[in-house]
């Protein structure tokens, strides 16, 4: 079973930025994807961004598209998300994600392996 590790989050204010990382250890394969998921108080976990770790290949959601960029270690197994012109609500608890997608889109429904969640804090 992979383990995922996730570091960073923390308290910024509105425009700034933070840096997420996320590094699993244990085997993967040539189509295993890792991203990010999000849950804010009194809603449910939404989707945020992914990379098809061989490929590069990325995906966003319409949200942060723009604002937010994933990028890749293969090498390493490790991810980072660097988010930018932060808003309060990106206020959420941040899940990395990891799992086994034929394609990008479907990364959502192909989760197997879960972080323990970072707090992301943005104050107006």
């Known amino acids: 079973q992979v383990q995922l590790v996730e570091a960073g989050g923390g308290l910024v204010q509105t425009g700034g930025s933070l840096r997420l990382s996320c590094a699993a250890s244990?085997?993967?394969?040539?189509?295993?994807?890792m991203g990010w998921f999000r849950q804010a108080p009194g809603k449910e976990r939404e989707f945020v961004a992914a990379?098809?770790?061989?490929?590069?290949?990325?995906s966003y959601s319409d949200s942060v598209k723009g604002r937010f960029t994933i990028s890749r270690d293969s090498g390493k197994n490790t991810v980072l998300l660097q988010m930018s012109s932060l808003k309060p609500e990106d206020t959420a608890v941040y899940y990395c994600?990891?799992?086994?997608?034929?394609?990008?889109?479907?990364?959502?429904?192909?989760?197997?392996?879960w972080g323990q969640g970072t707090q992301v804090t943005v104050s107006s």
């Open positions: 994600a990891a799992g086994y997608s034929g394609d990008i889109n479907s990364f959502p429904v192909s989760v197997n392996d």
């Open positions: 244990g085997r993967t394969g040539s189509t295993y994807t």
């Open positions: 990379i098809m770790l061989k490929w590069g290949i990325t």
